[in-house]
Structures are given as C-alpha cells and as structure tokens.
C-alpha cells in the first residue's frame, strides 16, 4: 500500500500487478469477469464506446449520452453518474457492480456501453448484432501523460513509478489493455472495411467541439436540433464537465482527487510539460518505427 495513501482509502485493496493476457497487458480487474464478458449479449441498438484510456471516453460518454436522452429523459443527468449510465463492460472491482451486470440491468435504450479492450477482444456478440461503435484516439504523447497521473490517483491501477519509467513502459506497451500503438492501429485497419466504426480524434474535439457532436450525431442518425447540439456543446466544455459531479468522477472511491483530478488539464499539448527534450527524441525515434505501416495520423498540437 503506498504510504501516502489517505486513512479513508485504506481499506482499498493493494494495488495490481500487471499481467499477461492472451499477448496484452491487463490487470485481473479486467479479466475476473471474463467469461461474462466474452459472452455478453448486446442488443441491436446498443452503442460501443471503445477508447485506448485516457483517450476521451469521459467526453464522448457525456455527448452520446445528452444526445439520446437530454431531451426525452431530462432527470437522468442529474440522478446517476456518468459511470452508471455508461457502464464499463469489463470491471469487476470490489464494492461496484460488474460492467457485465450493470450493462444488463440498464432498461434504457439505446444502451451505452464503454470498453477499453483492443479490438481482438470485443465480444462477438456486438459484430454479430451490427452494433455501431464510437472509436475515440488521442495522440500518444497527451495520451501517456494523462494515464500517468491517472494511475498516481487510482487505487486500481498498477503503481505508476516515475515518470521516466512509466513512459518507459508505455513505449514498451506495459501498460493496462496493452500498447497504446496496437490499440489504435488496430482499431483503425478494422474502420477500414466496416462501416459501422466512427473513429475520431481528441484533438479534432478540443479544436471544434461542434463539429465534432454534427458527425457523431450524423453517425448515429439522431434528430437533434441545432439548438439542442448547441447546448450540448456548452454542457460537455471542460470547465463545465469538471464542476458536474455526474460526470466528473468525484464520487469514484477508488480515485484521489488530492493527488490528481479526473478532469485534470484537457488539452492538447500537455505532453511539452512532461518529456524532457531526450525522452520527446526517444519516443519520436520509436514512434515512427511502430507507427510505420499506418495510414493512421495523429496531431500533438491544435
Ligand atoms: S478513462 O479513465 O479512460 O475513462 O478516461 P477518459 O475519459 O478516456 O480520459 C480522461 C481525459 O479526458 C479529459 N477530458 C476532457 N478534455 C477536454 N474537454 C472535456 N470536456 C473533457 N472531459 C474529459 C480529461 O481531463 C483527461 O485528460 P487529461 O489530459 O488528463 O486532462
């Protein structure tokens, strides 16, 4: 247990380990369950939010979520956090629901369901039934930092160690659902033949919120109005996710808010505070090796 961790959380469970899982990086919170979720049974309807961690899936949970049901549900956002209305298919951590359970209970619908399993490892059940699935990628560098200080504040995470090192292990693809560079290139070459997969970029919603909401909302074939969008835009801004306890985490036991926030910084381009100029070298060099037979492009600025 580390030793600057506050009394109320010391009845946490020591941190993971990590551990191999069929060739990726997991820690047992998101393979306890494994049976279930292999077998889990989407419905036609149901929308996959699938994210590499940290990547924006908090974001884009909260704008699905306002689009489907803003209008015909009005109290949902004010009566469950975020983290109940959009179930996390492949938790199991103590004193929470399964995702697996939780997903099944859900009587809304659409449902919408988050995962951070690459793409070899997504229930058969959701290509069988033709589900749509929101893809969302934030470049490497933005992404590494914010599953840094993720891991400082989460109880559930493996220990971060430095800084030096976690990015270390990032590069090496040691980190929990594997390596940032399968993760998205995967998903990416799946987009390529199937139609159903919206894959879209962090960075594209920090530089245009709006527009972004217009091609999710075309995607899903949702009727919302402009002045519905409009304010969806205004509710789903950083400053305004931050103070929204529904959607920011805050009543998440697991997560330290003194040590780091959930809604931390969200911006593109935090990545020049952390590398110093070897790592950002490093991490360039061995970018461009993994990422050498991807269409796949990223931006590190906006
Ligand atoms: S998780 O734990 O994997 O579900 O985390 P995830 O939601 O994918 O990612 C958290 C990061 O997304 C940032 N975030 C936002 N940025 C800008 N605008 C809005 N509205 C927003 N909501 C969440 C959040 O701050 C985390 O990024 P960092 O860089 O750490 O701030």
Redesign the pocket.
């Known amino acids: 247990m580390a030793a600057d961790m506050p009394a109320d959380k010391k009845t946490m469970p020591p941190r993971p380990d990590l551990l191999d899982f069929h060739g990726v990086s997991m820690t047992h919170y998101f393979t306890d369950n494994w049976e279930k979720i292999q077998n889990f049974q989407a419905r036609p309807d149901d929308i996959l939010i699938a994210?590499?961690?940290?990547?924006?899936?908090?974001?884009?949970?909260?704008i699905l979520d306002l689009l489907y049901f803003s209008q015909k549900k009005p109290d949902r956002q004010t009566s469950n956090p975020i983290y109940e209305r959009v179930p996390?298919l492949e938790i199991m951590i103590p004193n929470h629901p399964s995702g697996t359970d939780l997903a099944d209970s859900l009587d809304s619908s659409p449902r919408l369901i988050?995962t951070?399993l690459p793409i070899q490892m997504i229930p058969k059940s959701f290509w069988e039934k033709k589900c749509r699935v929101v893809y969302?990628a934030?470049n490497a560098k933005?992404n590494a930092?914010?599953f840094f200080?993720?891991d400082r504040m989460?109880y559930v995470q493996p220990e971060p160690g430095d800084w030096n090192s976690f990015l270390q292990r990032f590069m090496d693809g040691k980190m929990v659902f594997g390596s940032w560079y399968d993760h998205v290139t995967g998903w990416w070459e799946r987009k390529q033949s199937h139609p159903k997969i919206h894959y879209m970029f962090?960075e594209d919603?920090?530089e245009d919120?709006g527009r972004e909401i217009d091609k999710l909302s075309s995607f899903l074939g949702s009727n919302s109005t402009a002045a519905a969008k409009e304010q969806i835009r205004h509710l789903?801004?950083?400053d305004?996710?931050?103070k929204n306890d529904m959607?920011n985490?805050s009543s998440f036991e697991t997560m330290d808010f003194k040590i780091?926030?959930?809604?931390?910084?969200?911006?593109v381009g935090?990545w020049k505070n952390h590398f110093t100029v070897t790592q950002n070298e490093q991490f360039d060099e061995d970018y461009k090796k993994k990422m050498k037979n991807t269409t796949l492009q990223f931006r590190t600025v906006v």
């Not at 994210?51 to 909260?62: F, H, M």
């Not at 780091?260 to 911006?267: A, D, E, T």
């Open positions: 994210t590499y961690p940290k990547a924006g899936t908090t974001w884009v949970s909260y996390f988050k951070h969302v934030r933005d930092v914010s200080h993720f989460t962090f919603m920090v919120t789903v801004q950083f305004n996710m931050k959607a985490y780091s926030p959930f809604m931390r910084k969200g911006k935090d």
